[in-house]
């Protein structure tokens, strides 16, 4: 019954062409002190999942998180000169699930959002308002549907103290995805 269409930049058709289908609720994925990294939620589709993630750190992890990712604009003309070597958050699906593709790696997309100070956004309570936040969205692309609807997802930024943990996602009601998936064109 799961259909899929032709590739495109990574990128399948029946991504382009629709919202999909709610497979998974929120989640931590990972935590350490003043960092966590969630999962919002996780999106069907024919071909494959749509991963929305939140990582968020506060206080000196917030700057540090920043100044380990920080990628000059070009507009102010200057670099900054991090403080930590050039590091990212990780994200895999562990080697026992190498059947579902070839590199158990995934396609990384979107970007992050960081404020200097101020309140930190999204209504986190009992945080100082004057402290750093680092705030950064992404989804990530895995280009197939589990057999047994259950995906083993690595995540972690242990360079800034988010230990590499992994949860295994238990995905719904993907029998009858074909007549779910919400569709725009």
């Known amino acids: 019954m ?12 029946s991504f382009v062409e629709g919202l999909g289908a709610l497979a998974h609720g929120p989640c931590v994925l990972s935590q350490g002190p003043g960092i ?10 024919l071909d494959g ?26 507009r102010s003309g200057r670099q900054r000169a991090p403080r930590l070597p050039r590091s990212d958050p990780h994200f895999s699906v562990p080697a026992s699930a190498a059947g579902l593709t070839p590199d158990g790696q995934l396609w990384h997309r979107l970007e992050h959002h960081y404020s200097s100070g101020g309140p930190v956004a999204r209504g986190a309570s009992g ?29 972690g930024w242990p360079e800034l103290g988010a230990p590499m943990t992994t949860t295994v996602l238990a995905l719904e009601n993907l029998d009858d995805l074909y007549e779910r998936v919400v569709r725009l064109a």
């Open 127 to 155: 945080e100082d308002p004057g402290s750093p936040a680092y705030l950064r969205d992404l989804d990530l692309w895995w280009p197939k549907l589990p057999e047994d609807a259950r995906l083993p997802l690595e995540a």
């Open 49 to 74: 999942l749509l991963l929305s993630i939140e990582i968020k750190a506060i206080g000196q992890v917030a700057q540090d998180a920043y100044e380990s990712d920080f990628h000059p604009s070009g």
């Open 2 to 13: 799961r259909q899929s269409g032709p590739v495109t930049s990574g990128i399948s058709f």
């Open 36 to 45: 966590g990294l969630g999962l919002r939620c996780a999106f069907a589709y």
